[in-house]
């Protein structure tokens, strides 16, 4: 830029100018010179790709407002040509250094990440279940907070967190991905962090005990007995879920629940092995530093889980370190982990 606009000077009558008219033509030809110049660069180079035909604009006025302002007296033009360079290059390099970031440019292509908010079902007591979708992709990677919601607030915090998280993260969502996340499967369920009352909806039913995996009418928790249900997935709750994921397009689901100090995840798998989750569990284990294991503490029947899995749907629990605390920096590496592997 600096070449032509040096050149374009040097090409001016050795003769006293007519300074107001060489004002004019100067401007003219500087600014059509420069134009040429940012034109073809590289698209590569940041400032000059987002320069314009409005900024070439910015660029002349500034140039016209520089030589306008010179003193009406007759100059000494050698002296002038050397000036009128510096100023000249000084002003096109203020213009251009105050230009915004050439974001239009850089995204041209991509389209914009779409958010959504969507209801799927409702409770038993009428509560919406609620799921915010983000990304454009056809591979529907889910997170599914608050199946205990009362029980274990965490994971609908942590479901929260995350939706509130990618909407003003789009671009973190790869492009082949649509990012799902329920943000709590059990609206009905009473605040009482770690305890059984919490983990039930308002019919009284544990819903993960109400899918179709090894599913029994009474089934436990710990050192209780809870309700499975009427049938496999007799509660308006577990059927939203099912008929959600398995509606098209579902790649991972993970159930987020607590807890365990250590924080574990347990691949799904309806039998003695999991047919396609121990992938997921790694890699989202692998991410958090949570410890990798399958559930042994005592047998579950009607798991979520274990239900997907058998429908060929790579699914885990994860087990939240806290009833409480989110976790987040750690949850956020396991969603964004996932995410990469199941874009491919």
Same mark, same amino acid.
């Given at each position: ?9 040097a090409?001016?009558p050795?003769a006293?100018? @007519? ?7 100067q401007?003219?030809?500087v600014?059509?010179?420069i134009?040429a110049?940012?034109? +073809?660069?590289?698209?590569s180079?940041?400032?000059? #790709?987002a320069?314009s035909?409005? %900024?070439a604009y ?23 040509? *050397? /000036?009128?360079?510096?100023?000249? %290059?000084?002003?096109? /390099?203020?213009?251009?250094t105050?230009?915004p970031?050439?974001a +239009?440019?850089?995204? /041209? ?5 779409v958010? =959504?908010? %969507?209801?799927? $079902?409702t ?7 609620e799921?915010?979708?983000i990304g454009?992709?056809?591979r =529907?990677?889910?997170?599914? $907070?608050?199946?205990?919601?009362g029980s ?7 479901a929260q ?6 909407r ?7 492009? +082949?991905?649509?990012?799902a996340?329920v943000l709590?499967?059990n609206? @009905?369920?009473?605040? +009482? ?5 919490g983990?039930?909806n ?13 599913? %029994?009418?009474?089934?436990k928790?710990?050192?209780?007995t809870v *309700?499975g ?5 007799s509660?308006m709750e577990?059927q939203?879920l099912?008929?959600y994921?398995?509606?098209g ?5 993970i159930f987020?629940?607590?807890k ?7 691949? $799904?798998?309806?039998?003695e =092995?999991?047919?396609?989750?121990q992938p ?6 692998g ?7 399958p559930w042994?503490?005592y047998p579950?029947n009607?798991?979520?889980a274990n239900s997907l899995?058998?429908?060929g749907i790579p ?11 989110? @976790? ?5 590496? $396991? ?7 199941? #874009?491919?």
């Open positions: 830029m600096a070449t032509a606009i040096a050149a374009t000077l090409a001016q050795t006293t100018p @007519d300074w107001a008219a060489t004002s004019t033509a401007a003219h030809e600014a059509t010179a134009a110049t940012l034109t +073809a660069q590289p698209t180079t940041p400032n000059l #790709a320069t035909t409005a %900024q910015e660029v002349a006025t500034a140039i016209a407002a520089t030589l306008t302002a010179q003193p009406t007296v007759t100059p000494n033009l050698a002296a002038t040509q *050397s /000036a009128q360079r510096w100023v000249l %290059q000084t002003a096109v /390099a203020a213009t251009l105050a230009q970031p050439p +239009a440019t850089a995204t /041209a292509t991509a389209m914009p990440q958010s =959504r908010l %969507q209801v799927i $079902g409770s038993a007591a009428g509560r919406p279940i799921v915010v979708e454009n992709g056809d =529907r990677i889910i997170f599914v $907070g608050g199946l205990h919601a274990a607030p965490s994971t609908a915090a942590l967190q995350a939706a509130d998280y990618f003003s993260h789009s671009a973190a969502v790869p492009d +082949a991905v649509k990012l996340v709590n499967a609206p @009905d369920a009473v605040r +009482a962090p770690g305890k059984l009352e983990r039930l308002a019919a009284g039913v544990d819903l993960n005990r109400n899918w179709d995996c090894e599913w %029994q009418a009474q089934a928790w710990r050192d209780h *309700s249900g009427s049938a496999p997935f509660e577990t939203a099912l008929n994921i398995t509606g397009g579902a790649v991972a689901v987020w629940e607590a365990m100090e250590t924080g574990q995840v347990s691949a $799904g798998g309806c039998g =092995r999991s047919l396609v989750s997921l569990a790694d890699i989202y284990g991410a958090t530093g949570y410890t990798v294991d042994a503490w579950v009607g798991d979520a899995d058998k429908r699914a885990a629990s994860v087990l939240l370190r806290d009833y409480e605390d989110t @976790d987040w920096p750690l949850n956020l590496r $396991g969603i964004l982990a996932v995410m990469e592997a199941y #874009a491919r």
